[in-house]
């Protein structure tokens, strides 16, 4: 809706010209001060709030409970993540089924592009980048390069969503699993956290992204919900545990020396966390 012919149709109607720009000044200023995600918290998805979310999709285990998260941060969006139907295959970037369908638990119901770009590191800066992006914190959305150069998006000249997304793939043309492992410190698994990422930096390597964590209050224990989009550039889904009886998708983070995912085994050492 254009605010400047309301702002001509009110000032027509009242008598003190003057004071209605006052007022209107007011309302604008408190407009444009509502953070960028109170408009539209998932870029990509404008109706994203309409759809099921990764945590109304996932009941916590038995025994656990998720521990209350700051609106704003990277956690409380990372539960909100809109979800495609129960039964949504993975699809490549082709738009054909990828070979396996056994290895997820839900996808995510964003788009991978048309390009072969969008694997496992690069969906992992997707996501960290979509929320440093809708939470207006465009400055701080840069990557390494693969050579270490700093891809920043706030060095391109269009800043708008469109823009944004060439960025992204800007960026997983030039970094990878190599360049994001280094630019992450190392994290103890048994104090695991919601963006957390188990990551092996390689030719070839992978990355999964902790999207989800939920606590037992009376033992402490943690259990995660991981995410991973993979080779070729594919939707990015929620992982199937392989080592549960139950069927669970929740992992336990007493895996011993290895975590086993349907695609790959990481060790307890690799897991990074962001630096800020």
């Known amino acids: 809706m254009c605010s400047g012919l309301i702002e001509t149709k009110l000032l027509m109607k009242c008598p003190i010209r003057s004071l209605c720009r006052a007022g209107l000044a007011i309302i604008a200023a408190s407009l444009a001060s509502l953070p960028v995600h109170a408009e539209t918290r998932y870029a990509w998805n404008p109706t994203a709030q309409k759809t099921e979310t990764l945590q109304s999709r996932f009941a916590p285990p038995a025994g656990f409970e998720r521990r209350p998260a700051d609106p704003q941060s990277f956690a409380a969006w990372l539960r909100d993540l809109p979800m495609k139907p129960q039964d949504a295959p993975v699809l490549l970037y082709t738009g054909a089924a990828k070979w396996r369908q056994d290895v997820h638990a839900a996808v995510v119901d964003i788009d991978v592009g048309r390009r072969d770009l969008q694997q496992c590191a690069d ?60 630019e992450l410190i190392p994290a103890d698994a048994n104090d695991i956290r919601t963006g957390d990422v188990f990551i092996k930096g390689g030719f070839p390597g992978h990355a999964v992204l902790v999207t989800d964590v939920a606590v037992n209050p009376a033992t402490g224990e943690r259990r995660f919900l991981l995410t991973q989009s993979y080779m070729p550039a594919q939707d990015i889904h929620v992982l199937r545990n392989p080592t549960a009886s139950d069927g669970s998708p929740w992992y336990r983070t007493n895996f011993g020396d290895t975590l086993v995912t349907p695609e790959w085994r990481f060790t307890r050492q690799q897991l990074r966390r962001w630096k800020s």
Do not use: H
């Open 123 to 182: 969906a992992v800066m997707r996501l960290r980048a979509e929320w440093l992006y809708t939470d207006g914190r465009k400055s701080e959305i840069a990557f390494n390069d693969t050579d270490g150069k700093r891809l920043r998006f706030a060095a391109r000249s269009k800043q708008d969503y469109p823009g944004f997304r060439k960025y992204m793939d800007y960026v997983f043309a030039y970094a990878g699993t190599y360049s994001l492992e280094r």
